[in-house]
């Protein structure tokens, strides 16, 4: 199941609508925990003769790293993250959300730059066009956590080691 966002602009004016008042459990305040297991994971495939990386963690000013570890503190007890000891990892930061809150975010550059990049051409514009001829009525979502929806290979998930005491990702 996917979890659906509701922003505070938008949250009176969808309360009213029939379907999100009939399942009230798909537009959550949060996202409670790991999704589902589905048939699709996120894997990280790595060029050959890749080894591990470890890039040392960002600076914090003391304030950081108390919301830091809230945020971290939330993750594990939602079991989306859990304590590791992997060789690899990837220093974080918090990004200041236009609402005042903070988001974390993990720089994964350097094991960007192991990963094999994919490859297929992106579509004309024209085609996409195409292909709405016709249409009358068109949705737009905007996943809550949309990093937290889904799951990790299990043989990849040493690989999005985070830093701050070292915990791996499941999302």
Same mark, same amino acid.
């Given at each position: 199941?996917?979890?659906?966002?509701?922003?505070?602009?938008? /949250?009176?004016?969808?309360?009213?609508?029939?379907?999100?008042?009939?399942?009230?459990?798909?537009?959550?305040?949060?996202? !409670?925990?790991?999704?589902?297991?589905?048939?699709? /994971?996120?894997?990280?495939?790595?060029?050959?003769?890749?080894?591990?990386?470890? #890039?040392?963690?960002? +600076?914090?000013?003391?304030?950081?790293? #108390?919301?830091?570890?809230?945020?971290?503190?939330?993750?594990?007890?939602?079991?989306?993250? +859990?304590?590791?000891?992997?060789?690899?990892?990837? !220093? #974080?930061?918090?990004?200041?959300?236009?609402?005042?809150?903070?988001?974390?975010?993990?720089?994964?550059?350097?094991?960007?730059?192991?990963?094999?990049?994919?490859?297929? !051409?992106?579509?004309?514009?024209?085609?996409?066009?195409?292909?709405?001829?016709?249409?009358?009525?068109?949705?737009?979502?905007?996943?809550?956590?949309?990093?937290?929806?889904? +799951? #990790?290979?299990?043989?990849?998930?040493? +690989?999005?080691?985070?830093?701050?005491?070292?915990?791996?990702?499941?999302?």
């Amino acid at each position: 199941m996917l979890f659906a966002a509701l922003s505070i602009e938008t /949250e009176r004016a969808i309360t009213g609508i029939e379907i999100v008042s009939e399942f009230p459990e798909v537009f959550p305040d949060d996202v !409670p925990g790991l999704p589902p297991m589905r048939d699709v /994971e996120f894997s990280i495939d790595l060029v050959p003769g890749a080894g591990s990386v470890s #890039v040392a963690p960002y +600076r914090m000013a003391p304030a950081e790293l #108390v919301e830091l570890k809230t945020q971290i503190e939330d993750l594990l007890g939602k079991q989306m993250v +859990r304590p590791s000891v992997s060789p690899w990892g990837a !220093p #974080v930061l918090l990004v200041k959300k236009k609402d005042g809150g903070a988001r974390l975010c993990v720089d994964y550059q350097q094991l960007n730059k192991l990963t094999i990049k994919n490859k297929y !051409p992106l579509p004309r514009i024209n085609d996409l066009m195409d292909q709405l001829r016709g249409a009358s009525i068109f949705s737009k979502i905007d996943l809550r956590s949309g990093y937290h929806q889904i +799951r #990790v290979k299990e043989s990849d998930i040493r +690989r999005l080691l985070l830093g701050l005491g070292y915990y791996q990702r499941f999302i």
